[in-house]
C-alpha cells in the first residue's frame, strides 16, 4: 500500500481519493481551503453511505476507508506521501507552479504524477529536479465508476516509475493502458473530434440536439449521446481540451466549434452550471 497524496478537492480528487481509500491506501487530500477539504470529506461520507444503502459495502468498511482519509489545506502535508496526483484546473502554468512547490516539499523518492487529460507531463517534470518521477495518471470521470486509467509516459519518466504507477492503478481495480505524452492520449484524442463534429451538424441543422443523441446511442450503443456527454463533461472544459488539441496537431477537426464558444462566454457550461445543451434547473 502506498500514502497517496491528492492535491485538489473536485470531482476528479475526491473520485480518485474514494477510489484509493477503498482499496486500502492512506489518502492526503488536499483542498487550497479547509472548509472546502471539509466539504469534500462530507461529500465522500455520503458517497460511501450510497455504497452501504445499495449493499455493495458494509459500515465497517465504510468507516475504515473514511479514516484512511484525512483532508487539509495544508500543501505540506504531501510531505509524507509515496505519491503524489494532482487534479487542479487545466491551466498548464498553475500545474507548473504546482510542480516546482511539489519537488521542493516532497522527499526525494516521492512520484509526482498529473491527472491531466490533454496537456503535456514534459513541461511538468521539468519544472522538477526529478522528471524521471514523474508521469501521467488520467482517471477519468466519473473516477469511482469508470474502470479505465491512462498511464501517460513522458520522454523523461524511468521504467520503474511507470510500474509503480501501474500497480497502484491497479491496486485500485482499474484497468491501465500505457500512452505516449501527445495532447488527448488515446481516448480524448479520439472521443473529441467527434463531439465537436456533432456540434458542427447541429449548427448546420442536420438534426436537433435530442435526435443525434438518440441516433449515436440507437446506432452506436453509447450510454449516452454527444451533447448530454458535452453537458456531463463541462463545456469549458471540453473547450479547453480542444484548444489544446489543436495547438499540438493542427487539424481542423479539433478546431472549436463556434457555438461551443460562444456557450462557454454565455456561462452555459453544462450540469455545473444547470445548463448546457440542455436545461439541468428543473431537474
Same mark, same amino acid.
Given at each position: 500500500?502506498?500514502?497517496?497524496?491528492?492535491?485538489?478537492?473536485?470531482?476528479?480528487?475526491?473520485?480518485?481519493?474514494?477510489?484509493?481509500?477503498?482499496?486500502? !491506501?492512506?489518502?492526503?487530500?488536499?483542498?487550497?481551503?479547509?472548509?472546502?477539504?471539509?466539504?469534500?470529506?462530507?461529500?465522500?461520507?455520503?458517497?460511501?453511505?450510497?455504497?452501504?444503502?445499495?449493499?455493495?459495502?458494509?459500515?465497517?468498511?465504510?468507516?475504515?476507508?473514511?479514516?484512511?482519509?484525512?483532508?487539509?489545506?495544508?500543501?505540506?502535508?504531501?510531505?509524507?506521501?509515496?505519491?503524489?496526483?494532482?487534479?487542479?484546473?487545466?491551466?498548464?502554468?498553475?500545474?507548473?507552479?504546482?510542480?516546482?512547490?511539489?519537488?521542493?516539499?516532497?522527499?526525494?523518492?516521492?512520484?509526482?504524477?498529473?491527472?491531466?487529460?490533454?496537456?503535456?507531463?514534459?513541461?511538468?517534470?521539468?519544472?522538477?529536479?526529478?522528471?524521471?518521477?514523474?508521469?501521467?495518471? !488520467?482517471?477519468?470521470?466519473?473516477?469511482?465508476?469508470?474502470?479505465?486509467?491512462?498511464?501517460?509516459?513522458?520522454?523523461?519518466?524511468?521504467?520503474?516509475?511507470?510500474?509503480?504507477?501501474?500497480?497502484?492503478?491497479?491496486?485500485?481495480?482499474?484497468?491501465?493502458?500505457?500512452?505516449?505524452?501527445?495532447?488527448?492520449?488515446?481516448?480524448?484524442?479520439?472521443?473529441?473530434?467527434?463531439?465537436?463534429?456533432?456540434?458542427?451538424?447541429?449548427?448546420?441543422?442536420?438534426?436537433?440536439?435530442?435526435?443525434?443523441?438518440?441516433?449515436?446511442?440507437?446506432?452506436?450503443?453509447?450510454?449516452?449521446?454527444?451533447?448530454?456527454?458535452?453537458?456531463?463533461?463541462?463545456?469549458?472544459?471540453?473547450?479547453?481540451?480542444?484548444?489544446?488539441?489543436? !495547438?499540438?496537431?493542427?487539424?481542423?477537426?479539433?478546431?472549436?466549434?463556434?457555438?461551443?464558444?460562444?456557450?462557454?462566454?454565455?456561462?452555459?457550461?453544462?450540469?455545473?452550471?444547470?445548463?448546457?445543451?440542455?436545461?439541468?434547473?428543473? !431537474?
Amino acid at each position: 500500500m502506498v500514502a497517496l497524496g491528492v492535491v485538489g478537492s473536485g470531482i476528479m480528487g475526491s473520485g480518485i481519493a474514494e477510489c484509493a481509500a477503498l482499496a486500502g !491506501h492512506e489518502v492526503v487530500l488536499r483542498s487550497r481551503q479547509q472548509a472546502t477539504a471539509d466539504a469534500t470529506m462530507a461529500a465522500l461520507e455520503k458517497s460511501l453511505n450510497r455504497r452501504v444503502d445499495k449493499g455493495k459495502l458494509s459500515a465497517e468498511e465504510r468507516d475504515a476507508a473514511l479514516g484512511r482519509v484525512t483532508a487539509t489545506s495544508e500543501l505540506d502535508a504531501l510531505a509524507r506521501c509515496d505519491l503524489v496526483i494532482e487534479s487542479v484546473v487545466e491551466d498548464l502554468a498553475v500545474k507548473k507552479h504546482l510542480f516546482s512547490d511539489l519537488d521542493r516539499l516532497c522527499p526525494d523518492p516521492t512520484i509526482l504524477a498529473s491527472n491531466t487529460s490533454t496537456l503535456p507531463v514534459i513541461e511538468m517534470a521539468m519544472e522538477t529536479g526529478r522528471p524521471e518521477q514523474v508521469c501521467g495518471i !488520467h482517471f477519468f470521470n466519473p473516477a469511482t465508476v469508470m474502470d479505465l486509467v491512462e498511464l501517460v509516459r513522458p520522454l523523461t519518466v524511468s521504467d520503474g516509475t511507470m510500474s509503480t504507477a501501474r500497480a497502484f492503478v491497479e491496486s485500485c481495480g482499474k484497468r491501465a493502458v500505457e500512452v505516449a505524452d501527445r495532447a488527448g492520449f488515446v481516448v480524448n484524442a479520439l472521443l473529441f473530434p467527434y463531439l465537436n463534429n456533432a456540434i458542427r451538424l447541429l449548427e448546420l441543422g442536420v438534426a436537433s440536439k435530442e435526435d443525434i443523441d438518440t441516433a449515436m446511442q440507437g446506432a452506436c450503443g453509447f450510454p449516452m449521446g454527444p451533447f448530454a456527454l458535452l453537458d456531463l463533461v463541462g463545456l469549458d472544459t471540453s473547450l479547453a481540451i480542444l484548444e489544446a488539441l489543436y !495547438h499540438e496537431y493542427r487539424d481542423p477537426n479539433y478546431a472549436p466549434a463556434p457555438l461551443l464558444r460562444r456557450m462557454v462566454s454565455a456561462e452555459q457550461l453544462g450540469r455545473k452550471s444547470g445548463r448546457g445543451f440542455y436545461d439541468y434547473h428543473r !431537474h
